[in-house]
């Protein structure tokens, strides 16, 4: 390996892409009558795919926003003062927990939803012996229902009245879920692979749920320093393995991925989005989690060579 590439590759730190910071809203579909503005219930939710969750259980009859903007990469974020008050001012704040969102401890919430409260993520190696349990469950759609069943009860406990309304809205969306997680068993089923290098360690449950074995470049947190040896490991197991497709992420840059990628020969880079955020273009065209979570799995079948 050309040393001089590593040293470059190794003293970058990972750079989230510069988007557009606007916040994430929910509106009312065209057509549609629910419950005045004035009396809805407010919902913040900290990142995209809990923003995305709330929105289908809320329909219009709350207002759900998420406090991380569109393009932001939100392992190391940190509220404002104004997203303090934002929160003050809500109904409901939701939460991924299991240690994701660290500033959430002592922000004022009325009413605080971990939505990984009572899954127990210390089993079949969920647990990272240096930085902790690992958060990414929103990525295993199984899990993913887990949340939206806690996100359902908050919503039904702070607005009674329209507790029947959120309930059928949490069942459809689960059953899309449900329908999701079947798709990806028939899309995974006809791989010669089950070995993949993730951009960072974001697709553990993920990999557990689908019998794949994820390796990754970065830990639980895209962001930081890499070490010229990690580099030269991550090449030499994608080598050992026969691996021919590196992943990289929409949020981050993705030279740290390209320079692994020149190092093997034909091998290129694909994204594999851990649906941390979503552009304002994605969402200007209708795109969400289950639409980037079937991109995912399009550019799994790819790098795991799969002949469906």
């Not at 401890?105 to 969920?126: H, P, S, Y």
């Not at 991925?257 to 273009?281: F, Q, Y």
Request: hydrophobic share 40%; proline share 5%; charged share 20%.
């Amino acid at each position: 390996m050309r040393q001089d590439r590593i040293a470059l590759a190794a003293i970058a730190v990972v750079i989230p892409l510069a988007m557009v910071a606007t916040i994430y809203t929910g509106s009312q579909p065209q057509g549609q009558t629910g419950t005045p503005a004035k009396n809805k219930l407010r919902v913040v939710t900290s990142f995209y795919p809990l923003y995305d969750f709330a929105s289908h259980i809320a329909g219009n009859r709350a207002n759900v926003s998420s406090l991380i903007p569109p393009g932001i990469e939100p392992h190391e974020w940190e509220p404002t003062l104004n997203d303090v008050r934002r929160v003050g001012d809500a109904d409901i704040l939701i939460i991924n927990g299991a240690g994701f969102e660290g500033w959430s401890r002592g922000i004022g919430a009325k009413t605080l939803v971990n939505t990984t409260e009572g899954l127990d993520l210390t089993q079949n190696g969920g647990q990272d012996h240096t930085t902790g349990v690992n958060p990414h469950i929103w990525l295993d759609p199984i899990f993913a229902k887990h949340q939206v069943d806690m996100m359902r009860a908050a919503f039904a406990r702070a607005d009674p009245a329209n507790a029947d309304y959120y309930d059928e809205n949490a069942k459809k969306f689960s059953a899309e879920l449900d329908a999701l997680d079947s798709s990806i068993r028939q899309d995974l089923i006809s791989c010669k692979k089950s070995d993949f290098i993730s951009f960072h360690d974001a697709f553990k449950w993920f990999a557990q749920r689908y019998g794949l074995v994820q390796h990754s470049i970065q830990g639980i947190s895209p962001e930081g320093e890499i070490l010229p040896q990690k580099i030269q490991e991550t090449v030499n197991l994608a080598r050992s393995l026969g691996l021919k497709v590196i992943y990289s992420e929409n949020l981050v840059d993705s030279r740290l991925s390209d320079v692994i990628a020149s190092e093997i020969p034909g091998a290129k880079v694909l994204v594999l989005s851990p649906i941390e955020g979503i552009s304002n273009t994605e969402k200007a065209n209708g795109i969400g989690y289950i639409e980037k979570m079937k991109e995912n799995v399009a550019s799994l079948k790819e790098g795991l060579e799969c002949t469906q």
